[in-house]
C-alpha cells in the first residue's frame, strides 16, 4: 500500500494522535489529540510533513496518491459538517495552516475563509443573516490569499484598506458597512487581477491546492530557513498543513478569537492567563488593532465562555502534563479548540510551575466540582487535576541547564523597546558567557581596575586577554574581545566568575594607541558607554537598562530534590576565598581544581617574586624568592580552607609554562631588571631562554617540579601549614594535592614522595593530626593508558579534559577556533555533533576515560575519581561522568546547580544509575567484602547514604548508557 500522506480528525475522533509530532507536526499532532480527548475542535484533515518532504525531493510535486487522499478527506469533512466547500448556499470554508514538528513562530503561513467566492459570499451572507460579516470574511480571505498564496505586497493592500475607512469616515473596521466591505473586496480582485494577469480563483478546488502550496512553500521561505540555521533545527522532513473547519470569531460581541497560557509564562503563577477580542478573527489579536479583553475580565462579561476555557484549561493541563498555550476562537458563545502546545516561559516560571505542578493541584476539589457540575469538565480530569499531576522525577527533568543559567544573570531589562534596541546594535560576537553588562569602554586591564577602584563601570574591550588581563577582567562589569571560541581565555576565566563574555566579534578593530574602537562603520573612543549581552552575543552602543531576575523559592526547593536523587557529588573550580563562598551558595560540595598560579598575578609584589624566583639562576637564589611567596601562598590557602570549612579541596601545583610569567617587551624587561637590580641583559636572555617553540607540550606541569623541586616544597609547605593553622583554629580541613600533567607512574612517585615527605615533616612538627591525599590530573593519553600503574602511587584521578582533549584529538585550544566552528557546524562539515571542548567526545576521549577509569581500580579500588574541566558544568558531559561510575564532578560556581541538575537527571534517566533503595545495601555489602574500599573517605559529607558505585562499568555499557540518556531525554523533552 502507498504511504498514507493524509489524517482525519472530527467527530470526537481522529486517525493522528499527540506523540506523532514528526508526521503530523506539533499543531496537527496538537489537533489530533485534543479531538480524541473530546475537546471541542472543528473538524479537518492533516496532509503530512513526509508529503512536504516528498514535494521538495520531486519538484514540486504532490505525491500521486495525495490529490485523491485530500479529495477523499475533503468529502469526509463536507459530509461531517453537511456543507460543501464553495457552496452557493451556506459554504463550508476552511483555514488552511502550517505546522512542523518544531514551532516557528512567525515563520510560516496560514490562509483562513478558504471557499468563498463570488457566489459563496452571498450563500454564507444568507446562511448566518449577517452580510457584513460574510463580506468582511471574503475581504479577510482575498487579502491572505493575494499576499501568503501569490505573494503580493501587503501593505498595498492595507493602504486600500485604510482609504476606504477614511473615505467613509471610519474609525475602526467595525464602522464599515457590508458594502464598504463588498466595495473593497472588489478593489482587492482588481488589484489581484491587474498584478497576476488572471482573474482572482472562484474554483475552491484550485483555491485549496494554491494554499496547500504556499504552506509548503513557507518551509523553504528565506526567513524560515534562516530561522531553523540560528535556532539549530535539524532534520525535519518539512511542514505538514492543516486544512480546518472554519468557525467564526468575528460573528458579533458573543464571539471572539484569543489566545491563553494555562498558567502565567512570566511568573509561573497557577493562575489563568490571556486575551481575548470579541468580534474579530484570527490574528486580529496579536495584530493589536483593538485593546483585547483580559481572560479575568472575561469571567464577569460573559462567564459561560470563562467557565467552557477553564474546563479547557483542566483538562489540558492535566492530560499533557505540562503548561499549555492555547488558541481558541469563540462562535456565538461556543468554543472550539485551534491550537495547543507546550508554552514558553520566562526562566523563573519554568521552575515555580515544575514544583508546583509536583506539588499542588491544578485546581482545587470544590472548583473541579463545579466545573464537573456544569459538565465542562470530566469527573475523571477532575479527579486527576485536583492533585498534583506530575512527580519530582518528573519536575526535576523537565529543567533545562539555560534555565539555570538565565535565572542568575542581569538581562537586558524585557520591557526596553525593541525598536531602539535593535537601531543600537553595533554588532554579534560568539555569546561566551550570558547575562548582560553595561559600562565605559577601557581597552587595557589597568585603566580596567583603576577606573572600577574610581567607581567607575567598565568594559574591558581586547583583541584577546591573557592572564596578565585577569586583574581588569574581573573588575569589569563585562568582556569584550575580537578573537576567541568559547574556550578562549577570556571566556574560561570570565564564565568562572558568571561574568557578562562576548568574544569572537571579529569585526571589531581596535586601536590601542589612539584609544578607539570601530564596530560596523561606528567608532566609540575611551570612556563612552558600551552594553553587552552575553546570552545572545550582542553589542550595543550606550547603557542599556538591566534588570536582575529575581530567583524564585522554587528554584531552591528543585534543587534540594536534585541532591536528594543525584549520586555523583557536585565541587566547583575556585582560585579564591570570594570565588570558594560563592560556589558553596551555589551548592559545591569541595573544590575539584584551585589553581595556585592565579595567585602570583594577584597583586604587584607577588607578580615580583614570581618573576624574581624565575629569573633566578642558581637554586640558593630560587629558594629565596620562593621564600617570598610562601606567605603569599600560605595566606591563599588558610583563606579557602576556612571558606570551605571542611569540605574537601584539591590544590593542583604550579602548571602552566613559567614564560607566561614573565614579561616579554623590552619596557617591561627592563623594568624587572632594575627592580631585581640586575642587568637588562640577564633578564632578557633568560626570557629568551625560556621560549618554547610547543610550550603547552613543553616545561610545564609536573615537569617543572622534577627539574624545580623547591617549587613542589614551597607550594605543599604552604599548603600544609595552612592546613595546620587552620585546624589549629578549629576549623576542619580536607586538602588534596593534585599534581597535574603526569605522563608516567614513576614521574610521580618521584613527586607524591617528596610531597609527602615535605608534609608529613610538617604535621609532624605540629603535633597535629590531619590526613591529606596525594594525587594526580589524568590529562595525557599515556597517563590514562598507564592508568592502572599510576594509581598505586595516587590516592585520586581528576580527569583534566581540557588538556586531555587537546591531546588525545591533537586539537589545540586557542587555535581550534580557526575550523573547529566547520567541524562541528551541521551545515558544513558537520564532523562532530559538539564542540569537544564544550562536551566531551564520547568516542575518543571518554572512552580513554572509560579505561583509565578501569585501570586504575583495578589496582586500587577505593581510588577516588573526578573531573575538574571545563566539561565538568555540561549536562551530558556530566551524564557521562555518572554512568562511567565518577565520584564528582567539578566546575565552574556558576555552573554548579547546572551539575547538580545533570546529575539528578542521569540518575532519573538511567534508572539503576544510583542504587539507593533496599538493593543498594546488598551491593554495598557485597562491595565492602571484596574489597579494600575504606569504610570512610574524606569526601562522604552528607549523611545520605552514599551508594558504592557497581565496579567500573565496561566502557559499551557505558557508553550505551550516556546515549541512552541522552536519547530518554530528548524525549523527555519532547513530551
Ligand atoms: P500560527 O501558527 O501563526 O499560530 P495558525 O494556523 O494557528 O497560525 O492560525 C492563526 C490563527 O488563525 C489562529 O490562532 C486562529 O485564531 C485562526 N484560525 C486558524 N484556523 C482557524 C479556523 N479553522 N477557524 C477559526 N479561526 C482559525
Ligand atoms: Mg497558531
Ligand atoms: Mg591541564
Redo the contacts with the bound molecule.
Keep these: 500500500m502507498a504511504s498514507k500522506f493524509v489524517y482525519f480528525f472530527g467527530n470526537g475522533k481522529a486517525e493522528g494522535r499527540g506523540d506523532q509530532k514528526q508526521l503530523l507536526g506539533g499543531?496537527g499532532a496538537g489537533l489530533a489529540e485534543m479531538t480524541n480527548i473530546g475537546l471541542p475542535v472543528?473538524g479537518g484533515f492533516t496532509i503530512t510533513t513526509e508529503a512536504c518532504k516528498h514535494y521538495y525531493d520531486n519538484g514540486k510535486q504532490w505525491p500521486a496518491s495525495l490529490e485523491k487522499e485530500v479529495r477523499a478527506n475533503l468529502s469526509k469533512l463536507e459530509k461531517a459538517c453537511r456543507k460543501k466547500l464553495g457552496d452557493a448556499n451556506d459554504p463550508l470554508l476552511?483555514?488552511v495552516?502550517?505546522?512542523s514538528a518544531v514551532s516557528m513562530p512567525?515563520m510560516?503561513e496560514?490562509v483562513?475563509n478558504l471557499g468563498l467566492n463570488d457566489r459563496s459570499v452571498e450563500g454564507l451572507a444568507k446562511a448566518t443573516g449577517n452580510a457584513r460579516f460574510a463580506w468582511d470574511s471574503y475581504r479577510r480571505f482575498i487579502q491572505m490569499y493575494s499576499t501568503v498564496v501569490v505573494g503580493l505586497p501587503k501593505d498595498v493592500l492595507e493602504e486600500k484598506l485604510h482609504h476606504l475607512k477614511e473615505k467613509a469616515g471610519a474609525a475602526t473596521d467595525a464602522d464599515l458597512s457590508p458594502d464598504h466591505w463588498r466595495e473593497l473586496c472588489g478593489e482587492f480582485k482588481a488589484f489581484f487581477e491587474a498584478q497576476t494577469g488572471r482573474p482572482f480563483p472562484q474554483d475552491p478546488w484550485a483555491q485549496l491546492e494554491g494554499a496547500v502550496n504556499a504552506v509548503f512553500g513557507s518551509w523553504m521561505a528565506d526567513k524560515a530557513v534562516t530561522y531553523r540555521r540560528v535556532e539549530r533545527i535539524h532534520g525535519l522532513p518539512g511542514t505538514a498543513v492543516?486544512i480546518?473547519?472554519?468557525?467564526?470569531?468575528n460573528m458579533g460581541e458573543d464571539s471572539g478569537?484569543g489566545?491563553c497560557f494555562t498558567r502565567n509564562p512570566s511568573t509561573g503563577e497557577n493562575e489563568f492567563y490571556g486575551d481575548l477580542l470579541m468580534n474579530a478573527?484570527?490574528?486580529d489579536v496579536v495584530a493589536g488593532i483593538r485593546t483585547p479583553l483580559q481572560l479575568v475580565d472575561l469571567a464577569k462579561t460573559h462567564p459561560e465562555v470563562y467557565e467552557q476555557l477553564c474546563g479547557v484549561r483542566a483538562m489540558l493541563e492535566t492530560h499533557y502534563k505540562d503548561m499549555q498555550d492555547l488558541?481558541f476562537?469563540v462562535e456565538r458563545g461556543k468554543l472550539y479548540m485551534?491550537?495547543c502546545r507546550s508554552g514558553k516561559r520566562s526562566p523563573a516560571a519554568s521552575f515555580r510551575i515544575a514544583v508546583e505542578q509536583a506539588s499542588k493541584p491544578v485546581i482545587t476539589k470544590v472548583e473541579a466540582a463545579r466545573l464537573v457540575k456544569k459538565k465542562y469538565l470530566s469527573k475523571r480530569y477532575a479527579d486527576a487535576a485536583s492533585k498534583p499531576i506530575i512527580n519530582r522525577e518528573a519536575a526535576i527533568l523537565r529543567i533545562k541547564p539555560v534555565d539555570i543559567d538565565r535565572l542568575f544573570h542581569p538581562v537586558i531589562d524585557p520591557n526596553y523597546d525593541a525598536k531602539s534596541l535593535s537601531t543600537k546594535q553595533l554588532g554579534i560576537g560568539i555569546n561566551a558567557v550570558p547575562g548582560a553588562a553595561s559600562g565605559q569602554i577601557v581597552f587595557t586591564a589597568p585603566t580596567a581596575e583603576q577606573w572600577h577602584s574610581e567607581g567607575k563601570k567598565v568594559i574591558l574591550v581586547r583583541r584577546e586577554t591573557s592572564p596578565e588581563d585577569v586583574g581588569g577582567m574581573h573588575a569589569a562589569e563585562g568582556i569584550l574581545t575580537a578573537t576567541g571560541g568559547k574556550t578562549s581565555h577570556a571566556a574560561v576565566v570570565a564564565r568562572g566568575w558568571g561574568k557578562c563574555c562576548v568574544v569572537g566579534l571579529g569585526a571589531m578593530r581596535i586601536d590601542e594607541k589612539n584609544r578607539t574602537m570601530s564596530l560596523n562603520g561606528h567608532t566609540l573612543s575611551e570612556g563612552d558607554y558600551l552594553t553587552l549581552d552575553g546570552a545572545e552575543g550582542a553589542v550595543y552602543e550606550g547603557e542599556l537598562p538591566l534588570v536582575t531576575p529575581q530567583l524564585p523559592e522554587e528554584y531552591h526547593t528543585l534543587m534540594k530534590w536534585c541532591d536528594e536523587i543525584r549520586r555523583l557529588r557536585v565541587r566547583t573550580n575556585a582560585d579564591t576565598p570570594y570565588d570558594a563562598e560563592n560556589a558553596i551558595r551555589m551548592g559545591a560540595e569541595g573544590i575539584g581544581l584551585c589553581r595556585t598560579e592565579h595567585m602570583f598575578f594577584d597583586t604587584e609584589d607577588r607578580r615580583r617574586a614570581i618573576q624574581e624566583m624565575i629569573v633566578a639562576d642558581a637554586l640558593e637564589t630560587r629558594q629565596a624568592a620562593l621564600a617570598k611567596l610562601l606567605p603569599f601562598q600560605r595566606q591563599d590557602f588558610i583563606g579557602i580552607f576556612e571558606a570551605m570549612d571542611g569540605r574537601p579541596v584539591t590544590i593542583r601545583l604550579v602548571d602552566p609554562p613559567l614564560h607566561e610569567f614573565v614579561p616579554h617587551d623590552e619596557a617591561k624587561q627592563r623594568d624587572l631588571a632594575e627592580n631585581l637590580g640586575v642587568p637588562y641583559e640577564k633578564i632578557r636572555d633568560r626570557v629568551e631562554q625560556l621560549h618554547e617553540t610547543n610550550p603547552m607540550l613543553g616545561h610545564r606541569g609536573c615537569r617543572l617540579c622534577i627539574t624545580y623541586p623547591e617549587i613542589l616544597d614551597m607550594q605543599v609547605r604552604a599548603i600544609i601549614e595552612a592546613a595546620v593553622e587552620v585546624r589549629r583554629r578549629g576549623v576542619k580541613v580536607a586538602p588534596e594535592i593534585m599534581i597535574p600533567l603526569c605522563i608516567d607512574a614513576k614521574e610521580l612517585k618521584i613527586l607524591t614522595d617528596r610531597t609527602r615527605l615535605v608534609a608529613d615533616e610538617i604535621i609532624e612538627g605540629s603535633a597535629m593530626k590531619l590526613s591529606y591525599l596525594v594525587g594526580t590530573m589524568i590529562e595525557t593519553p599515556r597517563a590514562a593508558l598507564t592508568a592502572d600503574k599510576v594509581a598505586e602511587v595516587s590516592d585520586f584521578f581528576s580527569f583534566g579534559t581540557n588538556d586531555l582533549t587537546q591531546t588525545v584529538m591533537s586539537l589545540s585550544r586557542d587555535d581550534a577556533g580557526r575550523f573547529l566552528p566547520d567541524y562541528v557546524d551541521q551545515n558544513k562539515a558537520a564532523i562532530f555533533k559538539d564542540d569537544p571542548f564544550q562536551t566531551l567526545d564520547l568516542e575518543g576521549v571518554g572512552m580513554l576515560m572509560s579505561m583509565a577509569i578501569e585501570k586504575g581500580r583495578s589496582t586500587k579500588r577505593e581510588l577516588k575519581i573526578g573531573i575538574c574541566g571545563e566539561h565538568g558544568g555540561d549536562g551530558p558531559s556530566v551524564r557521562f561522568c555518572h554512568a562511567a561510575g565518577m565520584d564528582y564532578v567539578s566546575c565552574s560556581p556558576y555552573r554548579v546547580p547546572i551539575a547538580r541538575l545533570a546529575a539528578a537527571q542521569a540518575v532519573i534517566e538511567g534508572g539503576k544509575g544510583a542504587p539507593r533503595t533496599s538493593a543498594s545495601v546488598k551491593t554495598r555489602a557485597a562491595a565492602a567484602k571484596s574489597s579494600v574500599r575504606p569504610a570512610k573517605r574524606a569526601t562522604t559529607a552528607k549523611a545520605t547514604p552514599k551508594p558504592v558505585r557497581s565496579k567500573s562499568m565496561p566502557l559499551a555499557a557505558v557508553n550505551a548508557r550516556a546515549k541512552t540518556s541522552a536519547k530518554s531525554k530528548a524525549r523527555a523533552r519532547a513530551k
Excluded at 480546518?244 to 470569531?249: H, T
Design positions: 499543531k472543528p476552511v483555514s495552516r502550517s505546522g512567525g510560516m496560514t483562513l492543516n480546518c473547519q472554519m468557525v467564526f470569531g478569537t489566545v478573527q484570527g490574528e488558541e476562537t485551534l491550537q
